[in-house]
């Protein structure tokens, strides 16, 4: 639908270790869909 905007949000849980989310937000506007949040995470660095 255009002029409409959404978040694209997965993320990973670990019941009584601890949970992470990575977000994306998409608008779609009338002619393109434009995303936010860039550059695309594309793998899980642990902070240890």
Known sequence: MPRTCFSIEP???LPGE???RSELDVYI???EAVVYGLPIQTEIVPLL
Do not use: K, L
Request: zero cysteines.
């Open 29 to 31: 506007s009338d002619r």
């Open 11 to 13: 993320g990973i849980y």
């Open 18 to 20: 601890f949970g992470i």
